[in-house]
């Protein structure tokens, strides 16, 4: 699916998992895993906003290089989000493995700032910027 609709749609979800994500930046209270996991969610459905915004079909996948792969592939400059391929580890599917594979803790400052970048750039293909 594909669209403006669609697109405002999964955009909504992914702001709504920003809020949750901003209330997670003190490791002490949030694990390395649970932020991945909410950091991840947020990228995800960016990416797919945009996509959708720009009538791009995109696959059933969480594999962010992928979505950010279809973009770059229709033109659009992509490589400030290449560090939120990290966060693939941390998609619901391979949850268990990223409580095993945590080697060095998240940058979660280098992660939120992208992420902002992320959103500020999706809310001005929508229009809403």
Not at 46 to 51: G, T
Not at 74 to 96: K, M, Q, R, T, Y
Request: hydrophobic share 55%; glycine share 4%.
């Amino acid at each position: 699916m594909t669209g403006r609709d669609h697109a405002l749609r999964v955009f909504e979800r992914a702001v709504e998992e920003w809020w949750a994500l901003a209330a997670m930046l003190d490791a002490a209270v949030f694990n390395d895993t649970i932020f991945g996991f909410h950091a991840h969610q947020v990228a995800e459905k960016a990416l797919k906003a945009w996509l959708s915004a720009l009538d791009l079909e995109y696959p059933p996948t969480r594999d962010l290089g992928r979505l950010l792969s279809l973009l770059e592939e229709n033109g659009h400059w992509v490589a400030p989000f290449d560090c939120l391929i990290e966060l693939d580890l941390f998609a619901a599917h391979l949850l268990e493995e990223a409580y095993a594979d945590l080697g060095e803790p998240i940058a979660r400052a280098r992660i939120v700032e992208s992420l902002e970048v992320l959103l500020a750039d999706v809310r001005f293909v929508l229009g809403l910027a």
